[in-house]
């Protein structure tokens, strides 16, 4: 069964400083989709970045990029120059071919410190 | 912004009513889902629809209905509430960009006594 791991309930970071959110992924599929979402305290979801199994170049958004490693079936997230906005909650997601269906993490919960 | 809209936003009911969350979508997308979100289990699939009348279940789907007569409106139904159907629900829509990604309702809180 397909499944998404994020190991780190919460996590710290100090303003403007780098952070990486792990990711590891379980799937037989050759083709799939990874996500990135962010909740902050007021509860909406918020699409940040995707990277698809084919793609060669890891996906970059701004302050946000993903460390893609496929043999690893890793897909961590990287924010550069943190900012206290950052504090929230990241769900990494991956899309089950064939099946319109999306499995969730469990979530890291960061916190950005002044 | 995706035009999805979820109500009731703040529900309180008793153990043993029937419940029906309502998501509503103003682009005509195909795909509609609907998750639960609880501490320590992310987001977890109930149900999930590829159009008009076409549903499936997700992984939690024990306890809830779903139906979707039109394709704005995708109807989440609890047939007789319990506590551990407390939670945020949220509704989502399946993007039409190469990337496929969801676009989130604002989620309803559901409170069972």
């Known amino acids: 069964a397909q499944k998404i791991t994020q190991t780190q309930p919460g996590m710290f970071v100090q303003e403007k400083e780098a952070v990486t959110l792990d990711c590891t992924y379980d799937?037989?599929?050759?083709?799939?989709?990874l996500f990135w979402y962010k909740q902050p305290s007021s509860g909406e979801m918020i699409f940040l970045i995707y990277?698809?199994?084919?793609?060669?170049q890891n996906a970059t958004e701004g302050r946000y990029s993903l460390n893609f490693q496929k043999a690893r079936k890793s897909a961590n997230l990287v924010i550069s120059a943190s900012q206290l906005g950052d504090s929230a909650m990241y769900f990494c997601?991956?899309?089950?071919?064939?099946?319109?269906?999306?499995?969730f993490g469990t979530g890291t919960r960061l916190k950005v410190l002044a | 912004d995706a035009g999805i809209t979820q109500s009731p936003r703040h529900k309180v009911t008793e153990t043993g009513t029937p419940v029906t969350l309502r998501c509503h979508q103003t682009?005509?997308?195909?795909?509609m889902y609907w998750y639960r979100q609880d501490p320590g289990h992310g987001l977890r699939l109930i149900h999930y629809?590829?159009?008009?009348?076409?549903?499936d279940k997700g992984e939690v789907s024990d306890g809830y209905s779903v139906s979707r007569s039109k394709t704005e409106d995708f109807l989440l139904t609890l047939e007789s509430a319990t506590s551990s159907q407390t939670s945020v629900y949220f509704c989502?829509?399946?993007?039409?960009?190469?990337?496929?990604?969801?676009?989130f309702g604002p989620g309803t809180r559901l409170t069972v006594l």
């Open positions: 989502a829509i399946r993007g039409t960009s190469g990337y496929n990604e969801q676009f």
């Open positions: 799937t037989s599929d050759q083709s799939y989709g």
């Open positions: 990277q698809g199994s084919y793609d060669e």
């Open positions: 997601a991956m899309r089950e071919v064939g099946t319109y269906k999306y499995i």
């Open positions: 682009e005509n997308h195909r795909y």
């Open positions: 629809s590829y159009g008009v009348k076409d549903t």
